[in-house]
């Protein structure tokens, strides 16, 4: 026996029920509104995703999207939602069915027109998220081969950051920031002191910056009791590190605290071994 009685349908795949405690759910499967009428039931077989809605400002921004989404853009975006809950099984947040079909919309619109954006911080992405990241590789296979599309591995990183942002609770939006000045700040280190080697060191200090920029983001302070003693022992990563803190506030508008410099420095000091003061 079915527990939704259609309110609205949105389009062929996705239709907006009330259940019997009259609470609203969006209910998402191939064909589930079709020749449906409103007030008819739902076949339970048929729901392939659905979630609950608690908030009406993200019901019309969700029903203004469906409205100009490619019907592929929302069947896969709902795939890779419901392969996300089967994988990690957490709970995550709702707005993830927002985020992640406007970004496939858009992405399906740049391939069919031959256009293609590159992902700057592939790599990094690659680094700190790693589960993540190799989910989202499967899922662009995954649309490749039902779509029959030359998806970039680049999309990959962006279906990333979505899918990080939804387990963790994070704005997609900060997630991105934390991910653009991670990979500056690796392209300005290297250009300026040289290439650091792919490895345990990067890594460390690919994940140390995105911890980093996360608590200036949210405004989190540590407690350095080695500062004064890093700025003489390690005078020059300590001033290498002041100067990347500057130039991340020129380009982001973030500024790095002294403690967050002075641990910086020590992983600066550990990558490219500046002259230090016995």
Partial sequence: MSNYKI???LNHNVILVNDTENQEWILFGRGIGFSKQINDFIDNEKVENKYALFDSKKLGQYQSLIEISNED???MSEWIISEMKKRFGVSYNSYVHISLLDHLNFA???IKGNIV???LFESELASIYKKEYEFSLEMVNKIRKELNIELPDSEAGMICLHIHSALHDEKVSNT???MNVVSYTVRYLENKYGKVEEGLI?????IHLKFAIKRTIE????????NDVIKIRYSKSFEASRDLSNKIFENF???????????LAIHLQNIFHFEKCE
């Fill in 7 to 9: 309110n609205k349908i």
């Fill in 73 to 75: 853009a929302t069947i």
């Fill in 108 to 110: 399906l619109k740049r």
């Fill in 117 to 119: 954006i590159q992902n």
């Fill in 176 to 178: 991105a920031l934390i």
């Fill in 202 to 206: 990067k890594n460390r200090l690919i």
């Fill in 219 to 226: 405004k989190v302070t540590l407690c350095n009791d080695l």
């Fill in 253 to 263: 508008y973030l500024r790095l605290d002294e403690s967050e410099i002075s641990y």
